[in-house]
């Protein structure tokens, strides 16, 4: 039970990369997402990759556990490899395959994407890794701020996505007991063609939609006993603080960016 | 201090034009100095009371008076601020992901500064007696332990008056038990007009004053001692005495008589073994 009520694949630790503000842990990665595309050779690529390896390593999370996380997407980095090995056509002709022409360009190519891809995802994974929901739920409000000023919802938003993240655990539960209550009158959830445990599920979902709206109704009752009233004039519990480690993180990623600039053709 | 501190008058609400008066013509007053409690069967009209107090809904006719503002919708986030509430279902009142943050809520809605906060969730959870449950999620906590980090948000933002609305309505015996504990401990530490609103008799013993409704009126205004004596019309409009009163008044009929009703099995158990010295 408690094992199934983990939110996201956060894995406590005190590492460096846990200690980091999520705000810094947010602009590093969304930069970086922007930077694999600047990388254009195997240097390049593989100073990134030494710094993807580096982070990964001192977030002192398994490996096998990242590696884990990746399983599903190994099919795509793949699928991709093979991709541009068939559909490039730079360099010379080395060999064929089955009367197809294999070029040298295409193996650089699809190797080249390939590690992309996987930067890609090994960097961002890191991010839910390494920050709980309810910390990036507190950075994406601080860093979409600004935007208040164009009336986005901010704050509006930043509740909505805390209060998913704590009745998240509450309506698993709650779905349990009305399977389990489903399942006592007769419903088969587990065997039977798709078509007829697809149906199965209607039962369950029905009451689940209709107590989740009664939830909401009685939340915001309570909300506005206690004295909820938007955003305005409110104060926060949870700060986030940039602190000198958040500083040398950003140095170091300066570094790697000039380094990649260096590397690259 | 012994002053008005709710007032009733001639207050009559219904949902809608085309439905029946939930309340009919209800007057009452509350003094700060005393605990009292709502009791009445499902659909007498009792949890209307509480979401009228605190502005919640608003009367159709009458008016109803808290510290001396009448409630209305300019008024409602400074009655907001004086009325705690504590509502029956322990889940969809639980705002925060963390207990901490719940009881944070409160006082982050009435911007106060985050050092005051911390402090104050620190002395309102030492209150109910959840101070080591701080970094707990809800799914972790029983429902008798989420009532009471409810009752520490309320007690955060110091109020004057706590409503707890059926709270123990959906607890298991040992929750029940647990609330009522701490309920009676903050009572004695706080300076604090508490009103409980229930259908159970063995919640309104330890209040000053009861108010009985039935069907949207005040059916009676009373002491819980008197009330426990009324059996059989409290039997009528669908309520029902605590054991120890039952025999107590089962014991009256065939003419022994004790001292007082009692209110509790204590209370019976002491009047019994007295008994036969004082005759």
Do not use: C
């Amino acid at each position: 039970m408690a094992s199934s009520l983990i939110i996201g694949q956060y894995v406590p630790s005190q590492s460096m990369i846990h200690r980091l503000d999520p705000r810094t842990k947010m602009i590093i990665i969304f930069l970086f997402v922007v930077f694999v595309f600047f990388a254009n050779n195997f240097m390049s690529y593989g100073w990134l990759t030494l710094f993807a390896a580096f982070t990964a390593l001192s977030t002192k999370i398994r490996l096998r556990y990242i590696a884990k996380g990746l399983t599903p997407v190994w099919f795509l980095i793949v699928f991709t490899f093979f991709l541009h090995l068939f559909v490039t056509h730079e360099g010379d002709i080395l060999f064929r395959i089955i009367g197809f022409p294999i070029y040298s360009g295409a193996i650089a190519q699809g190797i080249q994407i390939s590690i992309r891809f996987f930067l890609l995802i090994l960097f961002t994974s890191m991010l839910t890794l390494t920050t709980t929901p309810i910390e990036i739920t507190d950075a994406i409000e601080t860093l979409l701020n600004p935007l208040k000023r164009f009336r986005f919802p901010v704050h509006e938003l930043a509740l909505m996505m805390s209060i998913s993240l704590r009745f998240i655990p509450t309506l698993m539960q709650e779905a349990e007991k009305i399977s389990k209550a489903q399942a006592s009158r007769g419903v088969d959830f587990k065997t039977g063609p798709i078509k007829d445990r697809i149906q199965a599920v209607v039962p369950l979902l029905v009451p689940l939609f209709v107590s989740a709206f009664k939830r909401a109704e009685e939340l915001a009752m309570a909300m506005e006993a206690r004295g909820y009233q938007g955003g305005e004039g409110r104060t926060k519990l949870r700060a986030l603080a940039i602190e000198r480690i958040d500083w040398y993180a950003f140095i170091i990623f300066t570094f790697v960016l000039t380094g990649l600039f260096i590397l690259r053709q | 201090m012994n002053q008005t501190q709710i007032e009733f008058r001639n207050v009559s609400f219904r949902y809608a034009d085309d439905q029946p008066w939930v309340l009919k013509d209800v007057s009452f007053t509350i003094r700060s100095d005393q605990s009292v409690a709502i009791i009445g069967h499902n659909g007498s009209g009792k949890s209307t009371i509480a979401k009228l107090i605190n502005g919640l809904l608003f009367p159709d006719e009458g008016e109803i008076i808290v510290h001396g503002t009448s409630v209305n919708e300019n008024t409602i986030w400074d009655v907001r601020k004086k009325v705690g509430m504590v509502f029956q279902n322990p889940d969809n009142q639980f705002v925060g992901t963390t207990v901490r943050d719940d009881v944070a809520f409160g006082l982050e809605n009435r911007g106060i500064e985050r050092i005051d906060m911390i402090q104050r969730i620190d002395s309102s959870l030492a209150a109910v007696r959840m101070k080591d449950y701080l970094l707990h999620e809800p799914h972790r906590l029983s429902g008798g332990q989420k009532q009471r980090v409810a009752i520490a948000g309320v007690l955060a933002i110091r109020p004057d008056v706590i409503i707890l609305d059926e709270a123990t309505a959906m607890l298991d015996p040992k929750g029940r038990q647990e609330i009522l504990t701490t309920v009676n401990e903050v009572k004695q530490n706080h300076p604090l007009n508490l009103i409980t609103i229930t259908h159970d008799l063995n919640e309104i013993i330890s209040a000053d004053r009861v108010i009985v409704m039935n069907d949207g009126e005040v059916w009676l205004e009373t002491k819980p001692r008197d009330l426990f004596t009324k059996e059989e019309a409290l039997q009528s409009i669908g309520l029902d005495v605590p054991f120890s009163a039952k025999l107590a008044n089962e014991l009256k009929r065939l003419n022994i008589e004790l001292e007082r009703t009692p209110l509790d099995q204590k209370e019976l158990l002491d009047a019994l073994w007295t008994y036969h010295l004082k005759t």
